[in-house]
């Protein structure tokens, strides 16, 4: 069984940057895309980032291309989200989520395991 523990979230100003790590045990995590997704109060959860195995292949959705950056560290199971340039919009629970085939998808019904989540809170 695979578990993702989400961290790094918390309380900034607009314009102000977070990384958030997602370590991944119980798995072989060299071998799945992994992906942000979030959710803000009220909305639904939508998706933010994606990346292959080998890091090969990232998608972004549009309001955080050139602002967020996804990465994975395979050597320590973690996969990462650095947030740049962070908008009071950006606000939500920030979610990890597992791809065990490697699809690269926006969706998330493609994706079998997720983490709690981890609260990023920007301020104006």
């Known amino acids: 069984q695979v578990q993702l523990v989400e961290s790094g979230g918390g309380l900034v100003q607009a314009g102000n940057s977070l990384r958030l790590s997602c370590a991944a045990s119980?798995?072989?995590?060299?071998?799945?895309?992994m992906g942000w997704f979030r959710q803000a109060p009220g909305k639904e959860r939508e998706f933010v980032a994606t990346?292959?195995?080998?890091?090969?292949?990232?998608y972004y959705r549009g309001s955080v291309k050139g602002r967020f950056t996804i990465s994975r560290d395979n050597a320590k199971s973690t996969a990462y989200l650095q947030m740049n340039n962070l908008k009071p919009s950006d606000t939500a629970v920030y979610y990890c989520?597992?791809?065990?085939?490697?699809?690269?998808?926006?969706?998330?019904?493609?994706?079998?395991?997720w983490g709690q989540g981890t609260q990023v809170t920007v301020s104006s």
């Open positions: 119980g798995g072989t995590f060299s071998s799945y895309a």
């Open positions: 989520a597992a791809d065990p085939y490697d699809v690269v998808a926006t969706t998330q019904s493609e994706y079998d395991y």
């Open positions: 990346i292959s195995w080998n890091g090969g292949r990232t």
